[in-house]
Structures are given as structure tokens and as C-alpha cells.
């Protein structure tokens, strides 16, 4: 199980891979904060719409247990859904959180939680044959206003053999 932010569900529901997230890691588990946001609030398709279907089966919507602590990161720059991510990530002991943001992953990281970005995902992807190649899904990532410096993406596409 994986706890995920925001960003990469949206990333990968406007590129149409949405569904890889359940074939990576079985079950994701969003803050019901961040629920309230997507499918309620007003993020519209194509994510509110694969977070609503995903949530009948194998995407699980959790109350995170220490809100003081969220609050806490809250008051130190991050946004609610973030707060609550990292919390909710290391409340349920999961394997990653998914995650995007540069403050959120520094203070997840500190913390000991293992963060996967985006990019990272389609890496994963690519090691277990589920996707032919990542260069593409970096270029879309960039397209759909996905920042990625340069150097990241020649890292990542080195690191793959592409």
C-alpha cells in the first residue's frame, strides 16, 4: 500500500495511465481531506472521475489520525493535502508516498518516508513491462505542465537505457 498527494493522481489521469497506479502498487490510500478536494471539490475530469471509480475498489480514503501534526506542517508551508499525506503516509506504515512538491518531499523524506514523484512512477512502470518506454510520458508529464529540469530528465532516461 502507498499513501499519494495530489499531483500524481492528477498527472496520471490527464495522461490517461491512471489505472497504473493499481497495477503498481495494488492499493493507494489518499487523505479523505484530499478526496473531498478531487471528487467534490471541484477538480474535474479526468481525475475527480477515475478517483470516484477507484475509490469503490482499490483506492481507499482514510481520516489521518493526528491532525495537530498536520496542522504543524500546515503552519510550515505546506498545503493541507500535503500535510495530511505525509502524516497519513507514516500513521499506515506505507511503502512510498506519491508525491510531487519539493518542500512536501524534503519533509517527508526527513521523516524517513519513502517518496516517489511522478516521473519515478513511469519508471516503475517501464522496470515491470506494464509501459514500452518513459521518454514519451516525460514529455507528456512536460506538456501537461509538469516540471522536470533537464538534467532530471536525462538522469532518469540514462538510469532506463533510453
Known amino acids: 500500500m502507498v499513501v499519494s498527494n495530489t499531483s500524481p493522481l492528477v498527472y496520471l489521469a490527464a495522461l490517461g495511465d491512471f489505472t497504473l497506479l493499481h497495477a503498481l502498487f495494488s492499493e493507494i490510500v489518499i487523505p479523505r481531506a484530499m478526496f473531498h478536494e478531487i471528487a467534490i471539490g471541484g477538480a474535474g475530469p479526468p481525475v475527480a472521475v477515475a478517483v470516484k471509480e477507484a475509490s469503490v475498489s482499490w483506492l481507499t480514503v482514510k481520516e489521518v489520525g493526528s491532525a495537530s501534526q498536520a496542522d504543524r506542517l500546515q503552519q510550515a508551508g505546506l498545503h493541507p493535502g500535503e500535510a495530511e499525506a505525509i502524516v497519513l503516509a507514516t500513521e499506515v506504515h506505507s511503502r512510498a508516498l ?45 506538456q501537461a505542465g509538469f516540471w522536470l529540469r533537464d538534467e532530471h530528465y536525462r538522469a532518469i532516461l540514462a538510469s532506463i537505457g533510453e
Do not use: F, H
Open 98 to 142: 506519491l508525491m510531487d512538491d519539493r518542500d512536501g518531499i524534503q519533509i517527508a523524506a526527513g521523516s524517513g518516508v519513502n517518496v516517489i514523484r511522478t516521473p519515478g512512477i513511469y519508471r516503475l512502470a517501464k522496470e515491470r513491462r506494464l509501459i514500452p518506454a518513459v521518454r514519451p510520458k516525460l514529455d507528456q508529464l512536460r
